[in-house]
Structure formats: C-alpha cells, structure tokens
C-alpha cells in the first residue's frame, strides 16, 4: 500500500501562486509515476501534470507555463508550483501515486482562487 498526503492549498486572489507537496510513504516501487489531478465542482477529474518515471512531464494546456510540476525520486515527494492562478483553476486538488501494483490518490487539497 501507499499513503500520499497532501499539502499547500489554500485561497489566493487571481495572479497570486501557491504550492502544493505530496509526500508519497509505503511500499514504493520503482518504476514509478507521480502527478497532480484536479477536480472542480459539477466536472471530472482532470490531469494537471504528471511526471513519468523517466522525467518526462505533462501538463494540461491549460496551465503550461503557469504551472511546474517537480518531483524528488529519493524522497518520493511531488510537487506542484501554480503561478498566475486563475479562478477556473479553482478545484480540490489530488496527488496520484502509479506503479505496476496500480494507482493510489491522496485526499486531497482545495485550491481556491477568488478577489
């Protein structure tokens, strides 16, 4: 089993930043993917970036070069720094852990962007 857990959301006024950390703990395989999803009220949970085992990162269009996702394999730590926020961006925010055993989800973190 892996526990995410998740820090780092809060309110912030449009243009302002935050960051997010997830710190993955458990069984870790190796390979391994790590990434942020986001979930707004009424829609889908949607991929914001995530970080295969390689490196290779992928952003939703929407938040490319706003957003920058970074992880730390030996601490197995994720984390998401969210500049120039907007108010869609506002939604509860999810760490995702995948190895070959599956996927695992943190509980979360509201993100809320609002004057």
């Known amino acids: 089993q892996v526990q995410l857990v998740e820090s780092g959301g809060g309110l912030v006024q449009p243009g302002g930043s935050l960051r997010l950390s997830c710190a993955a703990s458990?069984?870790?395989?190796?390979?391994?993917?790590m990434g942020w999803y986001r979930q707004a009220p009424g829609k889908q949970r949607e991929l914001v970036a995530d970080i295969a085992a390689g490196g290779i990162t992928t952003y939703r269009d929407s938040v490319k070069g706003r957003f920058t996702a970074s992880r730390d394999n030996a601490k197995s730590t994720v984390s998401l720094q969210m500049n120039s926020l907007k108010p869609e961006d506002t939604a509860v925010y999810y760490c995702?852990?995948?190895?070959?055993?599956?996927?695992?989800w943190g509980q979360g973190t509201q993100v809320t962007v609002s004057s």
């Open positions: 995702n852990y995948r190895d070959r055993r599956g996927g695992y």
């Open positions: 458990g069984t870790i395989f190796s390979p391994n993917a």
